[in-house]
Antibody, heavy 120, light 111 residues
Framework: QVQLQESGPGLVKSSQTLSLTCTVSGGSISSGSFYWSWIRQPAGEGLEWIGRISTSGSTNYNPSLKSRITISVDSSKTQFSLKLTSVTAADTAVYYC????????????WGQGTLVTVSS | QSALTQPRSVSGSPGQSVTISCTGTSSDVGGYNYVSWYQQHPGKAPKLMIYDVSRRPSGVPDRFSGSKSGNTASLTISGLQAEDEADYYCCAYAGSNTFVVFGGGTKLTVL
């Protein structure tokens, strides 16, 4: 059974960089059948797709966040990571990592989510 | 402002049916059949309920069904049960650049 687990600081100061890692277990992160994504959800609000990376390293980012995002993958560690620079209170949210199945066009596995709070 | 438009809330009594709409554009909902629906209970990660507009993953009750007409997709839940009370999000593939867009979510209340 594929499992994804987010990890990283739960508190980040305003203007600094948010860094999260997603560890994938129970399946290969190197398969070309999947993309690896980050999605976030502010409290009481909807889901917002942040970006995705393929195992070859190609990326797509949400245009509204593109200038501040970097997503990378480390296949040897079965991990992929998110860096979001110059954070503000508006970046406070639960951050999820998820696997996108290219064949089915779905997010088929999700992490449990991790709350990141941006403080002033 | 979410890319896909959903009603903020819907409600129904046990046993009744409800339909949640998801309106996009010809670049997302109307352009591809990669429309999916996710159920989210408080404090939990979203769970896939419908994909490819109308297909159900294994384990999802057949009370859940999906459809699409033009730029609007719909999720119908028949025979409402208390455990169906949750937030529901639609998601649509939007091409290789934009990739995916989500709806703003609909809160389903089972009266």
């Amino acid at each position: 059974q594929v499992q994804l687990q987010e990890s990283g600081p739960g508190l980040v100061k305003s203007s600094q960089t948010l860094s999260l890692t997603c560890t994938v277990s129970g399946g290969s992160i190197s398969s070309g059948s999947f993309y690896w994504s980050w999605i976030r959800q502010p409290a009481g609000e909807g889901l917002e797709w942040i970006g995705r990376i393929s195992t070859s390293g190609s990326t797509n980012y949400n245009p509204s966040l593109k200038s501040r995002i970097t997503i990378s993958v480390d296949s040897s560690k079965t991990q992929f990571s998110l860096k979001l620079t110059s954070v503000t209170a508006a970046d406070t949210a639960v951050y999820y990592c998820a696997r996108w199945s290219i064949h089915d066009g779905i997010f088929d596995y999700w992490g449990q989510g991790t709350l990141v709070t941006v403080s002033s | 402002q979410s890319a896909l438009t959903q009603p903020r809330s819907v409600s129904g009594s046990p046993g009744q049916s409800v339909t949640i709409s998801c309106t996009g554009t010809s670049s997302d909902v109307g352009g591809y059949n990669y429309v999916s629906w996710y159920q989210q209970h408080p404090g939990k990660a979203p769970k896939l309920m419908i994909y490819d507009v109308s297909r159900r993953p294994s384990g999802v009750p057949d009370r859940f069904s999906g459809s699409k007409s033009g730029n609007t997709a719909s999720l119908t839940i028949s025979g409402l049960q208390a455990e169906d009370e949750a937030d529901y999000y639609c998601c649509a593939y939007a091409g290789s650049n934009t990739f995916v867009v989500f709806g703003g979510g609909t809160k389903l209340t089972v009266l």
